[in-house]
């Protein structure tokens, strides 16, 4: 069983920044790629980012330019650097995997960007 455990959400300002974390119980080194999802007031969870073992990298439209991810095969951690956050970014972020055909994700962590 993997488990995946996101970390670092806060309560920031319109215009500032965080970095959110995820760590995985596993070694991410061969996964092929990594996610980062977020779920606002609605029930959706809508994609954010991933990226690939080989470090390409895909962002949605509303955070590209602001957001970036990354991921560190060593520590086994993946991570996303938000900046420029607006209201608008308030949502609970997921970290999520598949190995071996098993979707994996972890409980989230909570970002609220005040106006």
């Known amino acids: 069983q993997v488990q995946l455990v996101e970390s670092g959400g806060d309560l920031v300002q319109f215009g500032g920044s965080l970095r959110l974390s995820c760590a995985a119980s596993?070694?991410?080194?061969?996964?092929?790629?990594m996610y980062w999802y977020r779920q606002g007031s609605g029930n959706q969870r809508d994609l954010v980012a991933f990226?690939?073992?080989?470090?390409?990298?895909n962002y949605a439209g509303s955070v590209k330019g602001r957001f970036t991810i990354s991921r560190d095969n060593v520590k086994n951690m993946l991570y996303l650097q938000m900046s420029s956050l607006k209201p608008e970014d308030t949502a609970l972020y997921y970290c999520?995997?598949?190995?071996?055909?098993?979707?994996?994700w972890g409980k989230g962590t909570l970002v609220t960007v005040s106006s």
């Open positions: 596993t070694s991410i080194l061969n996964i092929p790629a």
């Open positions: 999520r995997t598949v190995i071996n055909g098993v979707d994996y």
């Open positions: 990226i690939t073992s080989s470090g390409l990298t």
